[in-house]
């Protein structure tokens, strides 16, 4: 079958909306494919109040070959109000199968547990981690039946630094602007860090042309959007790239904000400079008061002190997502931290003390190993455990921790209340 006689759906299943999230993801792999001249449709089920009905109307209309189904998140990865979208999917992935077409996962959802939600989803085909090179392969084999795996893994060919992806035109952005979302772009995929917790952490780095990202941005403004967050996991992951993009991107002089997730390391001043003259005026920080953790990522309190000290210089403002209450962590690490920020006042501090396990993680084969950490597991454990439902690990109650921080305006629960950082 020829390229232009393959029609390819991509669906966004994902509804959340605290706060819906745009999936440039789908954007990056579209323009992928129709630089090769497939045709490819998306369908944002995100503001869709019956998704099943909704894809029924469009296979009325149009005949697919193929679809990619993209997998966000497995569950909302907080405890408080957790949401576990699995069972939503399946109901979706069950009335797709009725027209027999082929199913093909990904996302980074879909990444964290690929063997264990194909299983679940009993879908055809599944990509790990970034798809705009690897989808185009894998469907060149599954044109020409050649495929042997049912997984195949995208952190192998990483992304094309030089696609400019085509965006704005098959995802109505004005639904998720209306309801409090912004829209994302991205610099980079994978991170070099060593979160034990993390299922991105020391995945292969692939970055992207400055002068695309540049473009990408210059024509989003053209069609009138000014608000940007970064999607990387952490903005910082190689520091001469990072200060590079912030140099190209203030000589545009866009009419644009942005706000951006970092890392305690790599950095120096003159990042911070940079991202205040590109218009960067929010910085979310993510820390581990856990100092084993801080050693493997190459930073300590003096650097922390330092990152905030350069935030109020450049009058950006800086929100921390702590993570406490590591295995074997003490609680007086935790006040050490909570002291800290008491004294180095950052804008907010959220406070994540129970950790999602994830079964291809350090955390993970922590927790399978060590059978005197299963008492604080927030379900029974049992070796059949693959850790796809949500399981948490905590040393602490809510209550404890409330004590903890004794009502102080500065720290929040993450989870209790709705939100992100970005929405400050």
């Known amino acids: 079958m020829d390229n232009l006689e393959l029609n390819i759906l991509l669906i966004n299943p994902n509804r959340m909306k605290n706060p819906p999230v745009i999936p440039i993801g789908l954007e990056y792999i579209a323009t992928a494919l129709e630089n090769q001249e497939y045709n490819v449709d998306i369908i944002d089920l995100c503001f869709i109040s019956s998704p099943i009905e909704e894809l029924a109307k469009l296979f009325e209309k149009k005949k697919y070959d193929i679809i990619g189904f993209s997998i966000r998140n497995i ?10 979208y699995l069972y939503e999917f399946k109901k979706l992935i069950e009335f797709i199968k009725k027209y027999e077409i082929p199913i093909v996962l990904g996302g980074s959802g879909f990444s964290a547990a690929p063997n264990e939600v194909m299983e679940f989803l009993q879908a055809d085909y599944g990509i790990i981690g970034p798809g705009e090179k690897v989808f185009p392969t894998f469907l060149k084999q599954w044109q020409n039946k050649q495929l042997s795996p049912t997984i195949f893994n995208g952190w192998d060919h990483g992304i094309d630094e030089n696609l400019i992806a085509a965006r704005g035109n098959k995802i109505n952005y004005q639904d998720y602007l209306e309801n409090n979302g912004i829209v994302g772009f991205i610099t980079h995929t994978g991170c070099k860090s060593h979160c034990p917790y993390c299922i991105e952490a020391n995945t292969k780095v692939t970055f992207r042309k400055i002068a695309n990202i540049i473009e990408e941005l210059a024509t989003l403004v053209n069609q009138g959007y000014t608000h940007f967050h970064l999607c990387d996991s952490e903005f910082n992951e190689n520091l001469d790239y990072s200060i590079e993009f912030c ?3 203030t000589k545009l002089s866009l009419p644009l904000k942005w706000t951006l997730y970092m890392k305690p390391y790599p950095y120096n001043e003159e990042l911070f400079r940079v991202l205040h003259e590109s218009n960067a005026y929010l910085i979310t920080l993510s820390v581990d008061s856990d100092k084993k953790i801080q050693n493997l990522n190459n930073y300590t309190y003096n650097d922390l002190v330092k990152i905030i000290d350069y935030c109020n210089k450049y009058k950006i403002e800086l929100a921390i997502d702590m993570l406490t209450g590591y295995p074997y962590e003490s609680k007086e690490s935790t006040i050490e931290m909570l002291d800290f920020f008491k004294k ?9 003390f129970y950790y999602r396990i994830h079964k291809n993680t350090v955390l993970g084969n922590l927790i399978k190993n060590n059978p005197e950490l299963h008492k ?9 455990e693959n850790f796809l439902e949500p399981v948490f690990f905590s040393q602490y109650h809510q209550k404890e921790m409330e004590a903890l921080i004794v009502e102080d305006q500065l720290f929040r629960i993450s989870g209790l209340i709705p939100g992100v950082n970005y929405q400050l």
């Open 344 to 352: 180095n006042l950052p804008k907010t501090v959220g406070i994540s």
């Open 247 to 249: 140099k190209e991107l």
């Open 75 to 84: 569950d909302s990865c907080i405890f408080f109000n957790n949401e576990f």
């Open 376 to 384: 604080f597991l927030t379900k029974p454990y049992s070796d059949k």
